[in-house]
């Protein structure tokens, strides 16, 4: 099963983006739409701290063209707690919020861990049981940020695989590169741009983060979002790794 590469950053509203990415004079309201026509994914980071409306997530789906997607964030008031097992009602209120308005447009929901969470198999265990598999007919894919060493276990991986989540690979300096099984999908979060490299990594970088993304996406659909890092660079740095994949 082969997929496509897709390839994006987080979110669309940031001020530096303003006549670096985005055009002199495009209005803000527009700005998605520019994102929609020169990328194929972005992140919604807003759904991290807190709801949307329905009709928002909506509006957000008309914006983009098709083959485009939205990886949605999840709440932080499911992943940044002590006890994960007691994340159910969160979790119920953050995909019951409205993220089937997306439809196709919706990508894999990323839950992001705290790089003080550690790796308990018990908690952890409990709170994969409780990812949904759709919300109003809607299939959802999970992928799962884990930003602690202790997670690069044998048995963290199976129990990722077992839940059909993917392990994001993260590509920073400080939180682990951790390479989970096939679950049909791939996730990547590219977080080392430099404010000097016009294309925030370096072109034999992008290249080879594009040959990983195509060699993954012989699997299954590939998500790789340029994130953090120096922030004004990451369009330029999708864009470049959107041209190195033709």
Not at 43 to 64: C, L
Not at 89 to 96: L, N
Not at 149 to 173: C, K, N, Q, T, Y
Request: net charge negative.
């Amino acid at each position: 099963m082969s997929g496509r590469v897709r390839v994006g950053i987080g979110g669309w509203v940031y001020e530096p983006w303003r006549g670096l990415f985005y055009p002199e004079g495009l209005r803000q309201k527009d700005e998605l739409v520019y994102v929609g026509t020169h990328l194929t994914a972005t992140e919604i980071n807003a759904t991290y701290y807190s709801s949307q409306k329905p009709a928002t997530f909506a509006g957000w789906a008309r914006a983009v063209p098709d083959g485009f997607r939205f990886a949605v964030k999840a709440s932080r008031y499911c992943t940044n707690r002590k006890i994960l097992a007691d994340a159910g009602e969160s979790m119920g209120k953050f995909v019951h919020q409205g993220i089937a308005e997306l439809g196709d447009r919706l990508g894999p929901i990323l839950w992001q861990f705290m790089a003080t969470k550690t790796f308990d198999a018990d908690d952890f265990g409990a709170f994969l049981k409780l990812l949904p598999a759709s919300v109003d007919g809607v299939p959802l894919r999970h992928a799962l940020e884990v930003r602690h060493d202790s997670f690069d276990d044998p048995a963290f991986l199976a129990m990722a695989r077992d839940a059909g989540a993917a392990i994001v690979l993260a590509d920073h300096a400080q939180y682990p590169a951790i390479f989970g099984h096939d679950v049909g999908f791939s996730y990547m979060r590219l977080m080392r741009t430099m404010p000097d490299e016009p294309t925030g990594y370096s072109k034999e970088e992008i290249e080879r983060w594009a040959i990983r993304a195509a060699n993954a996406a012989q699997s299954g659909d590939t998500f790789a979002f340029f994130i953090s890092g120096a922030k004004e660079r990451n369009p330029a740095a999708a864009q470049a790794m959107i041209v190195a994949l033709e």
